[in-house]
Structure formats: structure tokens, C-alpha cells
């Protein structure tokens, strides 16, 4: 995500405190808790259980993963309109969605070693396209990196860049505007489905980023984003995959007054990822804010299926 959120993030400092935070969470997570284990299984990985959801089949398996505050429902159109082409899996990383709480902290190591074992344990035959959006973006990257006999391939979709932190300039103080959900101006929102979610899917979405689980979740990732953009950063070298590169058309800070050179630093960071192998192509959604999944599923869709058909030529 965004490296001005972080440094607004709320630390927890008393481990007695956190202690039984994530006791409550897990006791929110227990099956006579939940309504529902959602439209996939669960999966235990080690005394806690990930939801994952598969469809069609085929491979390789194309894997989403969501930024941070996002899960497995907002892939459902995309989902059903890949399903007939091979096996597309959607998941719910520790604490989002219908998993359970995993351990701290929730890093990308760790979000990438649950992952792998989750697959593996779920029978989910690779090699994968793991498609990651935003924070997502830092989990397929790293995935890529530790399991490269895994992998077919890479959609990075807006996603995160491990030296944005450092590098974007963030708003000038007193200059951010308040954004109404539906607004034209309207990009992302942690804790309530984003105006294009589907709407067979919108009142779930609300009660699941409503629960204090989420909101938990949420943080603890957030608290510990720049040690997961370090852990990219020094991880080992991109193997030789295909990386399609998904970049947004539309500002992510229409409020700020150095949005425009914010935007400008947020597409040269896009153009250094879609510079991370030989075989390598980026497209630029035109008409979507961050979330270009739901706002422009068929440029996903239309993304995925070319880097099925692996016809990338080498610059």
C-alpha cells in the first residue's frame, strides 16, 4: 500500500495487550464463531486454517492474492471468467476472509512459506501464476523468488514496489482531502467494499472488513510493511519468468497537492518492476484507480489469458 498510511500506523507496545488481542481473534475465528466457512475449504497448515477457493481446471494454476485489508471475494468475476481456461484460486491470507489468525508478525516470508504450505496441503498442483494486486504484488514477487521451480509466471497488479517507502513523496501536511466512497475520485477503502465490488458479494464483503478480526489483521500487516518490503528487496534473484506488469490510468491522490509528482514516482517504480526479467510487458489501465481488478476486470482477465498463452517476445 501507500507509504504515507504507514507512518500513521498505531503500534501495539505491550505484549500482554497483543497477547489477548490475538487470543480474542482467534476465538472469533472458531467455527461456532463463523457463519460460514466461505464458498471454498479450509485448510489447516499448522494449527490455524487458510479458506482457499478453486474453480475450473488445468494448469498452471493462476493464484490471487489481494493487497492489504482485501480477500478472496473481490476476485469473482475474474475468477469465473478464467475458470474455463484452467485452475484459478483465490485465498484468504491469515486473519482476512474466512481464515483464521496466523502467528506474528505478517510479513511477506511468512505470508509466502503459508501460501506455499497451503497449497501443497490443499492438493493445489503447481506450477502457479501467482497474480498478486498491490501488497499482493510483494507476496508473488517473493514467491516467485523462493519457490522459482514453482512458478510460470508473475501479473503485478499496481502492485507494491520494495523501495516505494523510501522514494514516493506522500502528501504535503494539512493538503489531503476527505474522499466519499462512490465518488469519482473514490479509490480504495480498508474497511468497506469498494463501489464496484459485485454486488451478490458486497454484503458479505461489509460484515467480513467490518469485523474487528480484519481491522486487527489489517494493522498487523500495515505495522510491518516496510520489513516486508526489505525482505523483497534483499531476497534472491528473479528467476527467468514471464512478468506482466498492470499499472493504474487514474490518480491514487486526487486530494494532494504534489499528487501529480507522486503519480509521476509511482509509475517509474512500475516501470522498474516490469523491468525485473527479459521476458517482461506492461499495460497501463486507463480507466481504473488502484483497484483495477474491480474497476476493469476484462483488462485482468485479458492480462492472465496472454501470460497463459506465454507468447511474450524478449525485448
Not at 71 to 97: H, I, M, N
Not at 285 to 303: F, K, M, N, Y
Request: aromatic content about 8%; some cysteine.
Amino acid at each position: 500500500m501507500l507509504c504515507q498510511f504507514l507512518r500513521r500506523v498505531l503500534f501495539l507496545t505491550c505484549p500482554a495487550v497483543a497477547a489477548c488481542l490475538v487470543a480474542g481473534a482467534q476465538l472469533a475465528a472458531s467455527p461456532a464463531a463463523q457463519k460460514s466457512s466461505g464458498p471454498g475449504r479450509l485448510v489447516d497448515i499448522g494449527g490455524y486454517r487458510l479458506h482457499i477457493y478453486c474453480v475450473g481446471e488445468g494448469v498452471p494454476t493462476i493464484i490471487f492474492d489481494s493487497g492489504v485489508g482485501g480477500f478472496s471475494l473481490e476476485w469473482s468475476r475474474v475468477q469465473k471468467a478464467l475458470a474455463p481456461r484452467t485452475r484459478v484460486c483465490s485465498y484468504d491470507r491469515a486473519g482476512y476472509g474466512w481464515s483464521d489468525p496466523g502467528p506474528l508478525p505478517r510479513t511477506s516470508k511468512r505470508i509466502t512459506r503459508e501460501l506455499h504450505t497451503l497449497l501443497l496441503r490443499a492438493g493445489v498442483a503447481g506450477p502457479y501464476i501467482i497474480a498478486g494486486h498491490s501488497f499482493g504484488g510483494y507476496n508473488a514477487q517473493l514467491f516467485a523468488r523462493n519457490y522459482p521451480n514453482e512458478t510460470a509466471g508473475l501479473v503485478l497488479i499496481d502492485s507494491s514496489h520494495p523501495e516505494q517507502i523510501e522514494r514516493l513523496p506522500g502528501p504535503e501536511p494539512g493538503t489531503v482531502k476527505r474522499v466519499r466512497p462512490g465518488s469519482n475520485n473514490y479509490v480504495v477503502s480498508w474497511f468497506f467494499p469498494h463501489p464496484n465490488f459485485p454486488d451478490e458479494n458486497a454484503l458479505t464483503a461489509q460484515r467480513i472488513m467490518q469485523s474487528w478480526r480484519h481491522k486487527m489483521t489489517w494493522r498487523e500487516e500495515m505495522t510491518v510493511f516496510s520489513v516486508s518490503a526489505k525482505q523483497v528487496k534483499t531476497s534472491r534473484p528473479m528467476p527467468e519468468v514471464p512478468v506482466l506488469v498492470l499499472t493504474r490510468g487514474r490518480s491514487f491522490w486526487p486530494g494532494y497537492s504534489n499528487g501529480d509528482e507522486t503519480e509521476r514516482v509511482w509509475m517509474e517504480l512500475q516501470d522498474e518492476l516490469s523491468q525485473l526479467g527479459t521476458n517482461t510487458v506492461h499495460l497501463i489501465a486507463e480507466r481504473s484507480g488502484h483497484v483495477i481488478h474491480l474497476d476493469q476486470p476484462g483488462i485482468v482477465i485479458t492480462a492472465v489469458q496472454t501470460m497463459l498463452d506465454a507468447n511474450f517476445s524478449r525485448k
